[in-house]
């Protein structure tokens, strides 16, 4: 298996210009969670998804994050507009079931300039 | 939700040496996970243990649910083992919460 898999590995843009993250999780696995990483916040949950539907939300920092998964094998997390707070790792991760364990893709690391 | 409290936040060992890692948490677990980020940022998960004990090769886990609390153990450590090493329960929410980790690092 190829584990969960994100593109792109890194990410520069200008302010105010839309971003978009894409994931695609293990096959197989029902669950696929959206999570942030930044020196000051540490790792932070922004929303999840159990077979394409999204559960939380409650996460998501503003109305200008918006996260889409179509079908079982795709995500996308975008920012639009984005602005230089926005800068950090971005993780997408899978699961088979709540109760088992997650595995975490390679991470966007995202730089709003 | 949650809180996730990991001692201690920073540990530096010598190569050989053995080390022990703590996870409080303030309520009961449906899920509890280890993972250890290495230097270039990839998070790995090293054990789903939300009680009971595990053991991975050096590495084992224990999790105490009646006392919310979970132990790391590093045995023999290596340089590969330095990294951040985070613990990450779950209680009613399905989610993962992060502790903020404990920063190793192992010299040779």
């Known amino acids: 298996d190829a584990g969960v898999i994100q593109s792109p590995r890194h990410e520069v843009t200008e302010m105010g210009q839309e971003v978009t993250l894409r994931c695609k999780p293990i096959?197989?696995?029902?669950?696929l969670f959206w999570y942030r990483q930044t020196m000051m916040r540490g790792l932070e949950l922004l929303i999840y998804?159990?077979?394409?539907?999204?559960?939380?939300d409650s996460g998501m920092p503003e109305d200008r994050f918006s996260a889409k998964m179509p079908n079982a094998s795709f995500s996308t997390l975008k920012i639009q507009p984005s602005e230089p707070r926005d800068s950090a790792v971005y993780f997408c991760?899978?699961?088979?079931?709540?109760?088992?364990?997650?595995?975490f893709g390679s991470g966007t690391r995202l730089t709003v300039v | 939700g949650i809180q996730v409290e990991q001692s201690p936040p920073d540990l530096i060992l010598q190569e050989g040496a053995n080390s022990t890692l703590r996870c409080n948490f303030s309520?009961?677990?449906?899920?509890l996970q280890w993972f250890h980020q290495n230097p270039w940022g990839q998070l790995i998960n090293l054990f789903y243990?939300?009680?009971g004990t595990k053991q991975n090769g050096r590495l084992s886990a224990t999790t105490v649910a009646t006392e919310r609390y979970s132990l790391l153990y590093i045995s023999s450590s290596q340089t590969t083992d330095s990294g951040v090493y985070f613990c990450?329960?779950?209680?009613?929410?399905?989610?993962?919460?992060f502790g903020s980790g404990t920063q190793l690092t192992v010299l040779p």
């Open positions: 991760a899978s699961s088979l079931g709540a109760k088992n364990g997650y595995t």
């Open positions: 096959s197989g696995h029902d669950y």
């Open positions: 998804f159990n077979n394409n539907v999204p559960i939380d």
């Open positions: 309520d009961s677990v449906n899920n």
């Open positions: 243990i939300p009680s």
């Open positions: 990450a329960p779950s209680g009613s929410a399905r989610q993962l919460t």
